[in-house]
């Protein structure tokens, strides 16, 4: 089963492919149709759109065959990793927060989710509850203690 981030590049994927295979051809036969090549705005445009199209068609292929090596059997148990909820101590300044360990493409700071590459992800994978992580970050190096851990196994129903 492909990981909900992976569901969603395929279904992005699809529509780009739609349009560069459908819309594009369309509008590129429409601006042919004007005339004059050389100074046919529309015609460039569409052009630079097919061209922006197979580029991006490319890079989202390329992701999905990177994320469909993971699977939910290939997230270790027990520990930070993707899809975890981690909460976490600051030893200096006190208080906690909660971030979610997500791949880039799902990043929303906001809502405390985090990629799994950014400093303090890196920091906390593979730890568990009761693990001292150091980040350093741009205000300097910041001390953490994990303190509670609900990984992507134990928030997923029973399949």
Known sequence: MDLPIVQ??????AELQHELTHKVPKDLHEAASHGDLSENAEYDAAKQRQEFLRARVGQLQQ????LSLYNVQSIPAGVVAYGSKVTVNDLEAGGSQVYEIVFPEEVDPAAGRISLSSPIGRALMSKEV?????VQTPGGRRNYEITALVTMHERRPAE
């Open 8 to 13: 969603k590049l395929k279904k992005n994927l």
């Open 63 to 66: 992701r999905i065959r990177e």
């Open 130 to 134: 009761g693990d001292e992580v150091e």
